[in-house]
């Protein structure tokens, strides 16, 4: 059974950083990214890596936020630096598998605030 666990979100001034991470178990997965869902809106792309390397930004964080993923330990990371009031959201972590299966974390908050 695939599990997904995220952790690391909270509040944080303007400005500040935080990283969260997203610990994978049961399964191996073509990909793995962060999504994020602040209230009323979408849920959006954050970042994506695949799992030959390949890592897609969406345009709202491109040098601010950093994807990386441990493959030895299945573990998912996303460093975040100079943070925003707009990076307020729920974001969540999402694998998916080489057979198109999609699993999803229970979310963490970010809290972006002064």
């Known amino acids: 059974q695939v599990q997904l666990v995220e952790s690391g979100g909270g509040l944080v001034q303007p400005g500040g950083s935080l990283r969260l991470s997203c610990a994978a178990s049961?399964?191996?997965?073509?990909?793995m990214g962060w999504y994020r869902q602040a209230p009323e809106k979408q849920r959006e792309l954050v970042a994506v890596?695949?799992?030959?390397?390949?890592?897609t930004y969406a345009d709202s964080v491109k040098g601010r936020f950093t994807i990386s993923r441990d493959i030895t330990k299945n573990t998912l990371y996303l460093q975040m630096n100079s943070l925003e009031p707009e990076d307020t959201a729920v974001y969540y972590c999402?694998?998916?598998?080489?057979?198109?299966?999609?699993?999803w974390g229970q979310g963490t908050q970010v809290t972006v605030s002064s």
């Open positions: 049961g399964s191996i997965f073509s990909a």
């Open positions: 999402n694998a998916l598998s080489v057979t198109g299966s999609a699993w």
């Open positions: 890596v695949t799992r030959t390397g390949r890592i």
